[in-house]
């Protein structure tokens, strides 16, 4: 199953702010992310699917995704 960036997120009960602080980032560069997946760098891509215990080609990286 695919998820958005933010369905992965909710689905490992983590907020944005928690998020940010693992991957090194502010918050508001996040909620960039979020809103807009296919912005995100390839490499935080990656380690963002890893905080959520999923692969990264199960997380949908587009902006037609949330």
Not at 1 to 28: F, N, W, Y
Not at 33 to 49: H, I, L, Q, R, S
């Amino acid at each position: 199953m695919t998820v958005s960036p933010k369905q992965a997120r909710l689905l490992c009960e983590k907020t944005q702010r928690e998020i940010a602080g693992i991957l090194g980032v502010h918050r508001d560069t996040y909620m960039k992310w979020e809103k807009n997946p296919d912005v995100m760098p390839v490499g935080k891509a990656k380690e963002f699917a890893s905080i959520v215990g999923r692969n990264v080609d199960e997380i949908f990286f587009s902006i037609m995704s949330t």
